[in-house]
């Protein structure tokens, strides 16, 4: 029985995991859920949000104060590439305009549920956010494009979803959501 529980505990103590604190994940494409959580962190009070939307050919126009920014901005987390499935599935660009440098991560194979992802920089700056994202499968596709701005201090402006989807038994729908942050400095 004792060497039975000396062996049990040998067992167990080589099977132990070291603790992942202070281990940093790496970072393969851009930090999506990062950029997301900091700039969470410039928006924790209320702010009046202008919100413009659009369900196939329905306008309403709304202005309200959005207290919980964790929920608000929650799709764009549906755009990160940093997990370890991703990896090599992607490629880089760099390209620039006269205000913008750009850089574009697009997917290698069709059936990747994040299509691109566009950064603008000015002056290191991020500036826009750009991704699209699609889905298909037997009961319905749907593509996503998602957009954020940013003031020249790096802090959200303004952000939007624009997209359709089509359901098996024949629905189509378009929508789109253009929403401006105010009260910002």
């Known amino acids: 029985m004792r060497f039975f529980l000396y062996f049990l505990f040998l067992i167990l103590l080589t099977n132990c995991n070291p603790p992942l604190e202070g281990k940093v994940a ?76 750009y850089i574009i991560w697009t997917a290698k194979t069709a059936n990747l549920q994040v299509r691109y992802i566009t950064l603008g920089y000015k002056k290191d700056v991020l500036r826009t956010f750009e991704a699209t994202l699609q889905i298909k499968n037997i009961l319905y596709k749907s593509e996503k494009r998602l957009r954020l701005s940013f003031q020249p201090n790096g802090v959200l402006q303004g952000y939007g979803i624009k997209g359709n989807f089509d359901l098996i038994y024949g629905a189509h729908h378009d929508y789109e959501i253009d929403a401006v942050i105010k009260g910002l400095k």
Not at 78 to 89: F, S, T, V
């Open 26 to 101: 790496k970072v393969l494409y851009f930090d999506v859920k990062n950029l997301i959580h900091e700039q969470i962190k410039f928006l924790s009070t209320d702010l009046r949000v202008q919100k413009f939307i659009r369900h196939n050919k329905q306008l309403e126009n709304n202005e309200l104060i959005v207290s919980n920014w964790q929920q608000e901005l929650k799709i764009f987390e549906e755009a990160n590439l940093n997990r370890p499935i991703y990896k090599d599935l992607y490629t880089r660009k760099d390209s620039a305009s006269q205000d913008l440098s």
